[in-house]
C-alpha cells in the first residue's frame, strides 16, 4: 500500500519536498501536517513564475500538460534543498472516482527525469482517495517504513486529517460569504433599474485547484474579471462530499473524482451564479471531455471555455473576458440572449 519508491543517495532523511503544484492545492495541509507532526522539515516550493514554468517545459517532453510541466519546474527548483521528496500515487478502484493517469505514474514520472541528480523520492499508493480507512492505512504504512511507530503515525495522521478538514471548510466558508454577498447587493437592488444594472455579475471559475489558484497560470483571468466587474467564486471550494454527491446527477459514469467535484459544485451554485468561465491546461484529456458535457449540461448558464499552454498570452484573454461579461451585462438588460 505504501512504499518508500526509491533511495538514490542512502543519506538521511530530514527535510522533505512538496512542489507547490498539481494536487498539493487540494492536499497540501494534510501533507505538510503529517510529515511535520512526524518531525520532519517540509519545505515547498514558491510560487511558480516563468523561470519554474520554462524549467519544467525543458525537462518535459512536448506531449506532456502544462500542469505536469509545471509541477516538474517546482521539482527543480527545491531539488538542491531537500533530502526527498514526497510524491504520492493516486489511482482508483472506482472507475467513477478516478484520477488522471499521470497521478498514477507521477513518482516515476519524476524519478526518470531527474534521474541524473538521483532524487530521492518517497511515495504511497492510494487506490480510493475517498476511503478514509484505505487512505489512513497508506499513510501509516508509509510512517512506519520511515521509521516511525504505528502510535506517533496514528497521532500524525489524525492531526493532518484535521488541518485539512480545517483548510477545506475555510474554503468553503470563504465561497459561501462570496455567493451571500452578492445575492445580498441583488436583493438590495432589486426593482431599482439602475441599481439593477450596477450588480456586479458572479462569475464560477471551473477549473482543477492547481490551475484556479496557481496565479502565474491564471492570474491573468482573474484580473480580467475583476477588471471587468465581476465577482469570482471557484467551483473547487464548494463541499467535496456534497458537490460528489450532486456529480451522479450530472453523469453517472464520469470517470474523474475531481472533474466530478466541479461539475457537482457546478450543478449546486447554477441557480446563483451569472456565467462560467471553465479553464482547462493544454492538452487536457479528462477536461476535454468534460468541458464539453458541462457546456451540454448547464446550457441555461453562460459558459466561456479557455485552454491555456506555456505560450499563452494576456491580451487575448483580457479582450474574450471583457466580451464575455458584456454578454452577461445585455442577457441581464433583456438582450437577445433571452429571446
Known sequence: MAILETVNSGRPIRRIGLPRALLHYRYGALWETFFQELGYETIVSGP?????????????IDEACLASKVYLGHVAQIA??????FIPSLASVDHRKGFCTKFQSLPDMVDNTF?????????LSIDDATDEKRTQTAYLDMATRLGALKSHAKKAYKKAVTAQAAADEARAAHLAETVSLVEKYRKVAAGHVQEEKQVPPLI???????????RYISGDIEDAIER????????DEHDHAKALKRSYGFSET???????ELAGATLELADVID????????PCGPDSLFTDALMRRVGNVPLLHLTIDAQSGSAGV??????????????????????
Open 48 to 60: 511558480t513564475t516563468k523561470a519554474i514554468l520554462e524549467a519544467g517545459d525543458r525537462a518535459s
Open 80 to 85: 538542491d534543498e531537500v533530502d526527498a521528496f
Open 115 to 123: 534521474r541524473d541528480q538521483k532524487l530521492d523520492i518517497i511515495s
Open 204 to 214: 464560477l471559475i471551473v477549473a482543477h485547484p492547481y490551475i484556479a489558484h496557481d
Open 228 to 235: 471587468s466587474g465581476g465577482v469570482i467564486a471557484f467551483a
Open 254 to 260: 464520469l470517470p474523474w473524482l475531481i472533474n466530478r
Open 275 to 282: 456565467g462560467i468561465v471553465s479553464v482547462s491546461a493544454f
Open 318 to 339: 483580457q479582450t474574450r473576458i471583457e466580451s464575455f461579461i458584456d454578454i452577461l451585462r445585455f442577457k441581464k438588460e433583456g438582450g437577445y440572449l433571452d429571446a
